[in-house]
Structure formats: structure tokens, C-alpha cells
């Protein structure tokens, strides 16, 4: 199948590739917490309960995951979690940090525009 990805997907995936290292530091302290906040301001999801306290049997996918830190929460609560995205630099650091904090209960990361990932 040729790829069909938008003209802008390249200079998308290449900016954030260029930014990559900069999120490693941010990625690690949230992979490494049990308590989840939300966005810039750090909104705890106590406060917010975006998510569902038990997901046990449920099937999630994150796209545009990045660094993969909210699949991995999901995943806590016992979903079970495709993450995805198109900036390898991101998934490594992803892949690196699913082996190290929660062996066994961690998304599968998948970088999109290249292959296909089969449903849930």
C-alpha cells in the first residue's frame, strides 16, 4: 500500500523528532508516578477523573502518544493499550521506559504513517 500520509506529516514528525531529547526527563518522572496529572498545569486526575478507576478488559488506543505516559496509566488501571506515533525518537524513549517502570502491564507502541497496526 503507498503511503498516503499528508505533505505536513514529514515536517511534523521531523520537528518533534529535533525535540525528542527534551521531553526524557518530563517523560521518566511521569511514567515513574502513580498519581497522573494532566497537561502544563499538572491538574492532578484526582481532581479531574478524566479516567475510569478500574479498566480492567477494556481496550484503549492513544494516538499521537509520544513518550507513551498516559497509555501507560491506562494500562495500570488494566487496559490494554495501543499507543501510537510517528516520531521515533518519542517511542524510544517510550519503549525504553515500558521495559524499566511496569514490565508486563505496558502499552504497545507502534509508529504510525508506516504500517499498519490491525484492530484491538
Do not use: F
Not at 46 to 65: F, H, Q, V, W, Y
Not at 76 to 99: F, N, W
Not at 102 to 114: A, D, H, I, K, M
Amino acid at each position: 500500500m503507498k503511503d498516503q500520509s499528508p505533505e505536513y506529516l514529514q515536517g511534523n514528525i521531523d520537528a518533534w523528532q529535533k525535540k525528542a531529547a527534551d521531553y526524557v526527563s518530563s517523560a521518566e518522572e511521569a511514567w515513574a508516578s502513580d498519581h497522573p496529572s494532566w497537561g502544563i498545569w499538572e491538574i492532578p486526575e484526582s481532581s479531574t477523573r478524566l479516567l475510569p478507576e478500574d479498566m480492567s478488559g477494556m481496550n484503549a488506543i492513544e494516538l499521537g502518544c509520544g513518550t507513551a505516559y498516559v497509555s501507560a496509566w491506562l494500562c495500570r488501571r488494566g487496559a490494554k493499550v495501543v499507543a501510537i506515533d510517528p516520531t521515533p525518537g518519542q517511542l524510544a524513549t517510550a519503549r525504553r521506559l515500558q521495559k524499566k517502570q511496569r514490565p508486563g502491564r505496558t502499552p504497545n507502541g507502534q509508529r504510525s504513517g508506516r504500517q499498519r497496526k490491525p484492530g484491538l
